[in-house]
C-alpha cells in the first residue's frame, strides 16, 4: 500500500490548492449564502474547474476524462474542503460518473460521460429517504406499467439535486424492507413530468434537495443497468464517494486546526499569548495526532479503491469514521479556542463547522461506519 | 533476479535452516534474552538462536561490521524485518544496548568507546541499564542533581537514580550527571560505568503488578575513568534527548511485542459477548471494540506512511513522540477494553481457577499503566508536539 503521492497527484493537488484558495475562498460561500444565488454556486467558475479536467477524474480517457484515481480525486477535494468551496463537483464527478460506469450501457456512457466531464450536465443521486443515511432502506417504487416503467417516491438530502439536469434515482422494484436485492437505478430527468424538487436549505449553506417523484413515466433506456442489480454498482460507488469525501473534511478540519493555531500564537490573555497555557496546548497537540492518523486513513482507503485491494469497503469506512470522528472534534474546539469571536458570523471559523456537521451525517456518520467495519470483520 | 531479491532469498533460507523452531513462537516477557555477564536462557535453543544470531552480525543488522553489526542497507534490513516475522523469528536479544545506548554511542562516542563497547553489546555480553530519573527528576528530567565532580583523573559521583529498569541485573550503566550546578540542561553529562564499581548500590521496587523490574540505584563516591565521558563535558543534554527518541520508538513498539500472548480485544469480546452468530451482543462494547480496531489499524497505517515520507524525504518531525503518546494511550486502552469484556476472568490474581493466560492478562493491564509514564509522560510528549511540531510558545 502505497500512503505517499507521486509527482502527478502532488501536481493535481498543488495545483487545486492554489485554485480554491485564489478563486474559491470562503470567502465566495459567504457571497453566494448572502446574495441568496439560486444555483448556490458560481457557473462559470465550476466551467474552469471542469476544465481543469476535475470533473472527468474518474472517468476514463476515451469517455473523455482524466482518469486520475480515486487518490488523485481525494487530492482535489482535500484543497476545497480547505475553502469549503460549493460546486457541483462532488454529485456529479464523485457519485454520479462512477455509477454511470459501473451500471450504464454503452450508449449511457457514451452520451453522458463526455459532458459530465466537460462540466455541462449535472446529475444528483437521489438515494437517501430518511435524515440518517441508510443505504438499503429504501421504499421509493419503481413498477412495470402497460408501457414502460412508473416511478414513486420521496428523496430527502439529495446533494445538488435542485440544479442536477438528471437524477439517478434509487428505487426499491422487489424485495423487503432494507434487502439489498430488487434495487434498481434510474436515470430521470429533473424536469419530467411528476418530478417536483424543493432546495434544502442546509446550515453548510450548500446545495441539497428534496426531490417527489408522482407517477413519473419511463422509458426502457431509463434503466442503468438490470432491474433489481443495482446493489453491487451502487455500494461500490458510495464506497468510492465515501473516501473522498473523508478527503474533503481532512482539507476542513486541516484549515481550522491551522487557523486555530495561529489564533492561538497571536491572542493575548492575562498577559501571555494564550497558546504558551498548558491546557490549550495539550488539546492541539492530541489534534495533531488525529489529523495525522485521519490522513494516513484517508490515504489508504484512496489507495486501496485504486489498487482494487480487497479490503477497500473497510478502509472506506475507517476512513469515514475517523474523518468523522476528528472533524467533529477539531471544528468544535476551534469555535471555543476563537472564544466568543469564533461565535460570530463576521468570523469565517464558523463556517467549518456548520460544513462539518453536514458532512459527517452524509453518507454514514462515525457510528454508523463503526457499525459497518465490525460487521465486515465479523464482530 | 535483483541483488535485493537475491539477499531475500538467502535470508529466507539461512532464516528457515537456523532458527529452531521453538524460537518461532510467541515469546513470554520472562523467556527474553538480555545477554549480559549473567545471562539467562529459558531453554538451549534460545542460546544457540543467538549465537547463530550474533555470528551474522544480526543482533545488530544495521551496524557497520567493524563493531559486531550486520552491515545491512536500510532496504536490506527491512527485508530482514519482513522476513524474521514471516517465520515468525523471536528477536534473539533484547538490550537497552542495541535500542538506545548503541546508536547514540555510534554517533558521539569516540573510536576507542565504540570499539570497547559496542562488539559486546551486538554479542549480548554485556547488559545495560539506564541512569535517567531521580526521585526529584522525573517528568522534569533536567532537574536531576546526581553529582560528577572533577578530580584530576576521575570523576567522583553521588547521588540517587531511581526507575533504573533492571539495574539490578545490569553490568553497566549510562547515566546522566550533573557536572555544572550553575545552570539547568547546560550542566548535564553522559557517563558510563561499571555497576561492579564501589559505592553502587541497587534495590528492587515493587510494582502494582507485582513484578520488580525496576530499581532505586544509589551511588556514593563512585569513581569514574574519565574516558567513560561520552561526548563533551555538560554536552550530555543533547545526547540525553536523541537516546529519549531511541527509547520512545522502543516503548510504543511494546504493544507489539507482547502481541500473540495478549489476544486481540475483538476475539476476546467474541468469546465473552457473542451471540450465536459471532457477533458482539452488547452495543456499547461492539462500538467501543469496533473503535479501538479502527484506530489499531489508522495507526498502523500512519506508521507505515511515516517510514515511507521517511524513504521519500518528506517526513514531518515529531513523529516519534506521536508514536509514543499514542501507541501507549491505545495500548491501555486496549487493556481496559479486555477487562470490560472478559469481566472477572481477567482480574485473578494467582493460582487456580484462573488460566497462565487470565493471569497474564490481568499483570500486563497493571503493568500497561507504566507505558504513558516511563520514556516522557503522556503530558511531556503532548508539550513535546505542541512546542516542536506546532510551534506553540512556553
Known amino acids: 500500500m502505497n500512503l505517499t503521492l507521486n509527482e502527478e497527484q502532488t501536481m493535481l493537488k498543488n495545483g487545486a490548492h492554489e485554485f480554491f484558495k485564489e478563486r474559491m475562498p470562503v470567502k465566495a460561500l459567504r457571497e453566494l449564502r448572502d446574495k441568496d444565488v439560486p444555483d448556490g454556486f458560481d457557473r462559470a467558475l465550476w466551467g474552469e474547474m471542469a476544465g481543469l479536467g476535475w470533473a472527468g477524474i474518474l472517468i476514463p480517457e476515451q469517455f473523455g476524462g482524466a482518469d486520475f484515481g480515486y487518490k488523485g480525486m481525494g487530492q482535489v477535494l482535500e484543497e476545497a474542503g480547505r475553502c469549503l468551496a460549493a460546486s457541483p463537483l462532488f454529485s456529479s464527478a464523485v457519485l454520479a460518473a462512477p455509477l454511470l460506469l459501473k451500471a450504464g450501457t454503452d450508449e449511457h456512457k457514451q452520451a453522458l460521460l463526455p459532458t ?110 438490470k432491474i433489481g442489480e443495482g446493489h453491487a454498482p451502487l455500494a461500490a460507488v458510495l464506497d468510492g464517494a465515501r473516501a473522498v469525501l473523508a478527503a474533503e473534511m481532512l482539507g476542513n478540519a486541516s484549515e481550522a486546526f491551522e487557523r486555530t493555531l495561529a489564533y492561538l500564537k497571536l491572542r493575548k490573555q492575562f498577559g501571555a499569548v494564550i497558546g504558551s497555557f498548558q491546557a490549550l496546548k495539550h488539546r492541539a497537540a492530541h489534534m495533531f495526532c488525529e489529523l495525522e492518523l485521519t490522513r494516513s486513513a484517508v490515504l489508504g482507503a484512496l489507495d486501496a479503491l485504486d489498487s482494487r485491494h480487497a479490503d477497500s469497503a473497510a478502509l472506506c469506512s475507517l476512513a469515514k469514521a475517523k474523518a468523522c470522528d476528528t472533524l467533529e472534534l477539531v471544528s468544535a474546539e476551534a469555535v471555543q479556542m476563537h472564544g466568543g469571536i469564533g461565535m460570530t458570523d463576521a468570523e469565517e471559523i464558523g463556517f467549518f463547522l456548520k460544513r462539518a456537521r453536514v458532512a459527517q451525517q452524509w453518507l454514514g456518520d462515525a457510528s454508523f461506519h463503526r457499525d459497518r467495519y465490525a460487521t465486515l470483520k465479523g464482530f | 533476479m535483483s541483488a535485493l531479491d537475491q539477499f531475500r532469498a538467502e535470508t529466507r533460507a539461512w532464516l528457515e535452516a537456523n532458527c529452531p523452531a521453538s524460537m518461532r513462537t510467541p515469546m513470554p516477557e520472562d523467556e527474553r534474552v538480555w545477554g549480559g555477564r549473567n545471562a539467562r536462557f529459558s531453554n538451549p535453543d534460545s542460546k544457540l538462536w543467538l549465537a547463530r544470531m550474533v555470528e551474522r552480525g544480526w543482533t545488530v543488522p544495521g551496524w557497520p561490521k567493524a563493531y559486531g553489526g550486520g552491515g545491512l542497507s536500510r532496504d536490506e534490513l527491512q527485508v530482514l524485518k519482513e522476513e524474521m516475522n514471516r517465520l515468525g523469528c523471536r528477536s534473539p536479544l533484547f538490550s537497552f544496548g542495541i535500542s538506545m ?294
Open chain 2, 101 to 394: 545506548l548503541g546508536p547514540v554511542l555510534l554517533k558521539y562516542g569516540t573510536e576507542e568507546q565504540k570499539q570497547e563497547h559496542l562488539p559486546r553489546i551486538a554479542r549480548g555480553e554485556i547488559r545495560w541499564c539506564q541512569g535517567y530519573s531521580e526521585p526529584g527528576a522525573g517528568s522534569d528530567l533536567a532537574a536531576l542533581a546526581t553529582r560528577a565532580e572533577d578530580q584530576g583523573d576521575h570523576y567522583l559521583v553521588n547521588g540517587q537514580k531511581i526507575w533504573t529498569s533492571y539495574a539490578n541485573y545490569a553490568d553497566w550503566i549510562f547515566c546522566l550527571v550533573r557536572t555544572d550546578t550553575s545552570t539547568k540542561q547546560a550542566g548535564i553529562s553522559f557517563l558510563l560505568f561499571d555497576m561492579r564499581s564501589e559505592g553502587v548500590e541497587t534495590r528492587p521496587i515493587t510494582l502494582i503488578s507485582g513484578a520488580s523490574v525496576f530499581c532505586e540505584t544509589f551511588l556514593t563516591n563512585v569513581r569514574v575513568p574519565k574516558g567513560n565521558l561520552v561526548g563533551r563535558l555538560n554536552g550530555g543534554w543533547e545526547i540525553a534527548k536523541e537516546l529519549l527518541q531511541h527509547e520512545r520508538g522502543m516503548i510504543s513498539d511494546i504493544g507489539k511485542s507482547i502481541g500473540g500472548i495478549v489476544p486481540d480485544v475483538d476475539v476476546v469480546a467474541k468469546k465473552y459477548l457473542g451471540d450465536a452468530d459471532g457477533r458482539i451482543s452488547d452495543p456499547v462494547l461492539r462500538d467501543a471494540v469496533a473503535r479501538h480496531v479502527m484506530d489499531d489499524r489508522a495507526f498502523g497505517l500512519t506508521m507505515r506512511r511515516a517510514a515511507q515520507e521517511s524513504e521519500a524525504g518528506t517526513a514531518n518531525g515529531g513523529v516519534s513522540s506521536m508514536f509514543k503518546l499514542f501507541g501507549t494511550e491505545q495500548n491501555k486502552r486496549k487493556f481496559e477494553l479486555i477487562l470490560k469484556c472478559a469481566g472477572t476472568d481477567a482480574l485473578g490474581w494467582e493460582g487456580a481457577p484462573f488460566s497462565e493466560e487470565a493471569l497474564t492478562l490481568c499483570r500486563t493491564w497493571l503493568r500497561s499503566k507504566g507505558n504513558s509514564i516511563e520514556g516522557g509522560t503522556s503530558e511531556i510528549q503532548l508539550n513535546v508536539i505542541a512546542k516542536r511540531v506546532l510551534g506553540l510558545p512556553d
Open chain 1, 116 to 225: 459530465l466531464a466537460s462540466g455541462e450536465l449535472l446529475i444528483a443521486l437521489a438515494h437517501d429517504e430518511s435524515p440518517r443515511h441508510a443505504p438499503t432502506r429504501i421504499a421509493t417504487r419503481v413498477e412495470q406499467s402497460a408501457d414502460g416503467l412508473v416511478l414513486n417516491g420521496a428523496k430527502t438530502f439529495v446533494v445538488d439535486g435542485h440544479v442536477a439536469d438528471r437524477f439517478i434515482v434509487v428505487a426499491r422494484s422487489s424485495g423487503e424492507r432494507d434487502a439489498r436485492d430488487g434495487l434498481t437505478l434510474l436515470l430521470v430527468d429533473a424536469k419530467a413530468p411528476g418530478v417536483s424538487v424543493t432546495r434544502m436549505r442546509m446550515v453548510d449553506s450548500r446545495n441539497a434537495a428534496a426531490v417527489r417523484f408522482d407517477k413519473v413515466a419511463l422509458g426502457a433506456d431509463a434503466l442503468l443497468g
